[in-house]
């Protein structure tokens, strides 16, 4: 079965700008996971969802949000982006009851000039 | 919170024996431990996850001591082509990710 589809892949944009990036996860999976990666602070959870509804929410500022569709497919969009917000985002989704693997995305690169 | 702390980097030959050694001591109650492995240009893939004892799969072991305060992975008879960046992880997804934390990883590189 399709894997975690993140798209797009790599995007370029400006300070100031905001963005969206769109994960759809495996099928039947209802938990979407977001996270950021940098060489400087490793791999950060942002948020997650499930059934449309934020349940956890990592340690980023409101600039970073996201919402969840009915068909599980998930968009994060991040305002005002700022330098620091270049990085690799990571989508992963797992399936709800079983407390084990998440399936990653392979992640948008994004940078911010 | 649960700080994992791991070794930057490891280099070993092909057909050894890795074990990498994740600490994590203020691991809580309901944590558990997650492996994953990532290659350049890839997202993390889930290699094993144990809450004690030890646990084994077709890939990989994760030897977990009573006190939980630490974890190694060990990966058999390794080849090229497990060269790459092995993270632990502590926490207890996706039930409650707000304290999970990702090690900073160790870069595994194999030799021939």
């Known amino acids: 079965k399709a894997g975690v589809t993140q798209t797009p892949r790599y995007l370029i944009k400006t300070r100031g700008q905001q963005v969206t990036l769109s994960c759809s996860p495996i099928?039947?999976?209802?938990?979407v996971s977001w996270y950021q990666q940098t060489p400087g602070q490793g791999l950060q959870f942002l948020f997650e969802y499930f059934s449309e509804t934020q349940r956890n929410k990592g340690n980023f500022p409101g600039r970073f949000s996201g919402r969840q569709f009915s068909n599980s497919r998930s968009e994060m969009n991040v305002s005002t982006l700022e330098l620091g917000d270049s990085a690799l985002y990571l989508c992963?989704?797992?399936?709800?009851?079983?407390?084990?693997?998440?399936?990653f995305g392979q992640g948008t690169r994004l940078t911010v000039v | 919170l649960a700080k994992t702390t791991q070794p930057i980097s490891m280099d070993s030959y092909e057909g050894q024996e890795v074990n990498i050694t994740c600490s994590h001591n203020n691991i809580a109650t309901n944590d558990y431990i997650t492996w994953y492995q990532q290659f350049p240009s890839q997202g993390p893939r889930f290699i094993i996850q144990g809450y004690k004892t030890k646990v084994t799969n077709e890939v990989a072991s994760l030897f977990i001591p009573a006190d939980r305060k630490s974890s190694t992975l060990s990966l058999p008879r390794v080849s090229l082509s497990d060269t790459a960046v092995y993270y632990c992880l502590v926490g207890d997804p996706p039930y409650n990710n707000n304290d999970m934390r990702f090690g900073a990883g160790t870069r595994l590189t194999v030799k021939p």
């Open positions: 099928s039947g999976h209802r938990s």
């Open positions: 992963a989704s797992s399936l709800e009851g079983v407390r084990r693997e998440a399936f």
